[in-house]
C-alpha cells in the first residue's frame, strides 16, 4: 500500500477555498513580509509530519484526518452554494447559512469535527501545548511534557482525548463578509478568549466560559465557536460582518500565525 508522505498540516481541501483562478494561493511570510504563490499542494506540509519517530511510516494519523477532511470538503460545497443562492434571493446570508446547519447537524457535526482537528494539528499547536506544560509546576504536567515531544504525540493524544467531544458541545456564530475577503493561516483554527488571558491552549476549550476558536471557512465565511454555558443543545446563529469586524479577524489571524498567512 502506498503510504503519504508529504502531509499537509493545513489540509489541501481547505486550502481550496484561496486559489485565484490559476490555482494559486497568495500567501505572506511573516519572517519575510514577501508573498508568494504556491498552489494548496506545495505548502503547508511536513515529510512524514504526522508519524511516530519511533517506528516505520503507517499513515495513522493521516487516515484518521482524511475522514473529517472529506465530510468538511462537501460543507464547504454546500455552504458556498447556499451562499450564493442566498445572495441572488437578497436573503440575509449569515442567518441562512446557520440555519441550514441547525437543520443539518451531521453538517454542523462536521465543521465541528474540522474545527477540533484543526486546533490540535499543526507545528504551532504542539508548540503552545509544550510551553504550557512547561509553566504547570504539577508532577502530571511535567509527566505530560515530557511524553509530548512531536506532532504525533500531540495527535494521539487529542484523538484519545475529550476535545473533539467539547467542540461538539459548543455553539457556533456563522460569520459572512460580504465587503472584505478573510484571511486563514498556519494556525488556522486560532484559540480565543474574551475579557481574560484565560487562554491555555488544549484544556479550556468546551470547559473556560471565555475560551472559543475562530476558523476561516471559505474567504467569505467563518465560524466562531463560543461556550455553551447550559445543558441545552448548542445553538447556531449569524451574523454580517462589517468590514472593520473582518479587518479584525484578519488581524487576529495573522497575529496568531506562526509564519505564513494566506490572503483572501
Not at 482537528?117 to 504550557?132: G, V
Not at 488571558?197 to 471557512?217: E, T
Not at 467569505?220 to 462589517?242: D, H, Q, R, Y
Request: aromatic share 10%; charged share 20%.
Amino acid at each position: 500500500m502506498t503510504l503519504t508522505v508529504r502531509q499537509h498540516y493545513v489540509p489541501r481541501v481547505y486550502l481550496r477555498a484561496w486559489v485565484d483562478s490559476s490555482g494559486n494561493l497568495t500567501v505572506l511570510n511573516k519572517s519575510t513580509g514577501i508573498n508568494i504563490h504556491p498552489r494548496p499542494e506545495n505548502i503547508l506540509l511536513e515529510k512524514h509530519y504526522y508519524e511516530d519517530p519511533t517506528v516505520a511510516p503507517t499513515n495513522e494519523l493521516e487516515k484518521a484526518f482524511h475522514e473529517y477532511e472529506g465530510a468538511f470538503g462537501g460543507l464547504c460545497r454546500l455552504l458556498t452554494q447556499v451562499e450564493t443562492t442566498a445572495i441572488n434571493l437578497k436573503q440575509p446570508v449569515a442567518e441562512t447559512l446557520a440555519d441550514m446547519l441547525f437543520a443539518r447537524p451531521e453538517r454542523a457535526a462536521a465543521l465541528k469535527n474540522f474545527a477540533a482537528t484543526a486546533y490540535f494539528r499543526t507545528p504551532l499547536a504542539l508548540k503552545s501545548m509544550r510551553d504550557q506544560l512547561a509553566t504547570d509546576g504539577s508532577a502530571d504536567a511535567q509527566k505530560a511534557f515530557c511524553q509530548l515531544n512531536f506532532p504525533y504525540d500531540l495527535g494521539a493524544m487529542a484523538f484519545d482525548s475529550t476535545l473533539l467531544q467539547r467542540f461538539k458541545d459548543l455553539n457556533i456564530m456563522i460569520v459572512h463578509s460580504a465587503d472584505k475577503r478573510l484571511d486563514t493561516g498556519d494556525c488556522f483554527c486560532v484559540p480565543i478568549a474574551w475579557g481574560t488571558n484565560h487562554r491555555n491552549f488544549g484544556y479550556d476549550i468546551g470547559r473556560h466560559g471565555q475560551a472559543g476558536a475562530l476558523l476561516s471557512i471559505t474567504p467569505s465565511i467563518a465560524a466562531i465557536f463560543l461556550a455553551n454555558p447550559t445543558a441545552n443543545k448548542p445553538i447556531i446563529f449569524g451574523k454580517a460582518a462589517p468590514a472593520d469586524a473582518a479587518q479584525e479577524i484578519n488581524a487576529l489571524i495573522e497575529s496568531s500565525s506562526e509564519r505564513w498567512v494566506v490572503r483572501g
